[in-house]
Each structure stands twice: as C-alpha cells, then as structure tokens.
C-alpha cells in the first residue's frame, strides 16, 4: 500500500511539473470573446516610433474577422496613429466584424536630415510583417486591407504594389495620394522643397529613387484591388496623381474604384468621409473572401 502510494503521488506530481512546463512555453493568448485595444505596441526595435494601436473586437475570430490598417499622413515629415480615431467611427458604422490598426512610422526629420526616403517604406514593410506574425495571437483572419491618406496613401500603394510578396494585403485604399513622385516633383515651391529633402535630390539627379518611391512604377495585372478618393480642388496633392494611377490600373485591367470630389481638396468633410467610406466598404465587400 505504501508503495502504490508512493507511485500515485509521484505520478501526480510529474504531471503537475508537465502541465506548468507546457504553460510556461505557451504564449499567452487574449480572450477573443473581449474586445482589446493594445496601445503603443512596438513592431520593431531599430526606430523609437515604430509603434501600432491594435483594436480587436469581440467576438472575433481566425476565419472571419478581416483587418483594416491605416497609415498617417503629414507630408512623410508629421502626423502619427492618433489620426485614424477620426475615421474608426466612420469605419464602424459600415464594417462588421473588422479588427483595426493604425501604424506609425519613422517621420524625416528636416532639421537633421535623419530617416530619408525609403526609411519610410522600410517601416511599413517592418509592421506588416509583424502583423502578419501575431494574426493567430490576435485570432483575427489574413484578410487584410492597407490604407492611408497623403502621404499614407502613398505608402500603402507602395506596399500594395512593390512589397506585397506574401500577398498578405489582398486591397488598398487610398485618399488623395501622390503615385508619381517624378510627375509630383514641380507641382509647387513647397513640394519640390519637401521632396529634394526627403528624396535627397531632386528627379534628375535621384532618378532611381524617385522610380522606386513611385506606387505608379509598380502596377501591374496582378496588383490588388484598389479604392482612390481625390478632391478635384486639391492644392496640395493634385488630382492629376489619382488619375494617372487610375490609367495604368485600367491598362493593367486591376480591379479598382476611384471618385474624384467636386469641390473639396485635401481633405474632405465629414459627411463626405462618411459617404465615401460607405462606398469603399461596398467596393471591399466584393472583393474579399
């Protein structure tokens, strides 16, 4: 008796020690019946302000729920993720069942001349690889639409169009962006300033950069599916860099939706965020799964 005892008592402890052992090794998952908001998280360690706002919903889970992201505009040189809780209402009130990021990146700084272009698309490759890598933690699907307005726009047609290798974003979104840095160059005193910062030359002198840092360079008849919203009164991106987009996604048969805006320029009002917004989702809804 005291031997079985003895057995029983070792046994039990070495599945106790198994079971700790196993929990040890796990990551911790989150509770997909909850809805999290996990600020400030870091998508990689080389820059300070490479941080995301995640906003998971309840309920949520690997099959269905899609995942919206958002890049910031302000020039490639200003902004941050604060920008999207003006859209996330909007968003809301016609996506179900979508989890939510809104990304920062690394801002030129003009005094110093630190984080030149590409710093910028190298960023948004970095934090959509980390996205990618914590889908399953987050128990949210790899359906993935990238979006951005300006400079944002800018960027997520890049990685739409250059850096999508893995075919993780399976659509684009884009509010009054530049897609032709070279055709964007002249357009003002002001943007060949920024530019020739930011670039570190202008066109001639720069010429491949220019080429790389161009989404339009980048079309082809396997881009993704692709929403463009301009304001034909826009003073500070012309319309003329939406349309030119719009040309080769039509010469490259892609997928897309584009309205320009009677008399609004950069940056619409809110029930026209609203109506477009509406638009778009009715545009993503026949082209993811």
């Not at 997928?255 to 809110?270: D, K, P, T």
């Given at each position: 008796?005291?031997?079985?005892?003895?057995?029983?008592?070792?046994?039990?402890?070495?599945?106790?020690?198994?079971?700790?052992?196993?929990?040890?090794?796990?990551?911790?998952?989150?509770?997909?019946?909850?809805?999290?908001?996990?600020?400030?998280?870091?998508?990689?360690?080389?820059?300070?302000?490479?941080?995301?706002?995640?906003?998971?919903?309840?309920?949520?889970?690997?099959?269905?729920?899609?995942?919206?992201?958002?890049?910031?505009?302000?020039?490639?040189?200003?902004?941050?993720?604060?920008?999207?809780?003006?859209?996330?209402?909007?968003?809301?009130?016609?996506?179900?069942?979508?989890?939510?990021?809104?990304?920062?990146?690394?801002?030129?700084?003009?005094?110093?001349?630190?984080?030149?272009?590409?710093?910028?698309?190298?960023?948004?490759?970095?934090?959509?690889?980390?996205?990618?890598?914590?889908?399953?933690?987050?128990?949210?699907?790899?359906?993935?639409?990238?979006?951005?307005?300006?400079?944002?726009?800018?960027?997520?047609?890049?990685?739409?169009?250059?850096?999508?290798?893995?075919?993780?974003?399976?659509?684009?979104?884009?509010?009054?962006?530049?897609?032709?840095?070279?055709?964007?160059?002249?357009?003002?005193?002001?943007?060949?300033?920024?530019?020739?910062?930011?670039?570190?030359?202008n066109p001639t002198n720069r010429k491949e950069v220019y080429f790389n840092g161009s989404p339009l360079n980048f079309v082809d008849s396997q881009s993704v599916?692709?929403?463009?919203?301009?304001?034909?009164?826009?003073?500070?991106?012309?319309?003329?860099?939406?349309?030119?987009?719009?040309?080769?996604?039509?010469?490259?048969?892609?997928?897309?939706?584009?309205?320009?805006?009677?008399?609004?320029?950069?940056?619409?009002?809110?029930?026209?965020?609203?109506?477009?917004?509406?638009?778009?989702?009715?545009?993503?809804?026949?082209?993811?799964?």
């Amino acid at each position: 008796m005291g031997k079985a005892f003895m057995r029983s008592i070792t046994g039990s402890l070495f599945l106790v020690l198994l079971l700790f052992s196993c929990q040890e090794n796990e990551e911790p998952g989150l509770d997909a019946r909850l809805a999290i908001d996990l600020l400030d998280v870091k998508y990689s360690e080389d820059r300070p302000n490479q941080l995301l706002d995640i906003y998971l919903p309840a309920n949520r889970n690997s099959n269905t729920t899609k995942v919206f992201v958002w890049i910031h505009g302000g020039g490639w040189i200003d902004g941050n993720k604060s920008e999207f809780k003006g859209f996330k209402p909007w968003l809301e009130e016609v996506q179900d069942d979508y989890a939510y990021i809104a990304i920062n990146y690394s801002l030129y700084n003009i005094s110093s001349g630190s984080n030149r272009f590409p710093t910028q698309e190298e960023d948004i490759k970095k934090a959509l690889a980390y996205i990618k890598s914590q889908l399953s933690t987050w128990n949210v699907s790899d359906q993935v639409v990238l979006a951005g307005g300006s400079a944002g726009g800018h960027l997520a047609l890049l990685h739409s169009y250059r850096n999508n290798e893995d075919k993780l974003v399976k659509a684009t979104v884009a509010f009054f962006p530049p897609t032709d840095l070279t055709a964007f160059y002249g357009f003002s005193l002001f943007t060949n300033l920024l530019l020739e910062n930011i670039m570190g030359g202008n066109p001639t002198n720069r010429k491949e950069v220019y080429f790389n840092g161009s989404p339009l360079n980048f079309v082809d008849s396997q881009s993704v599916p692709t929403v463009l919203f301009h304001g034909d009164t826009d003073t500070v991106v012309p319309i003329s860099q939406s349309k030119i987009l719009e040309e080769a996604l039509i010469a490259k048969n892609v997928l897309h939706m584009a309205e320009y805006v009677i008399g609004q320029g950069h940056g619409f009002s809110a029930q026209t965020n609203k109506e477009l917004i509406g638009k778009m989702q009715g545009f993503l809804e026949g082209v993811l799964d």
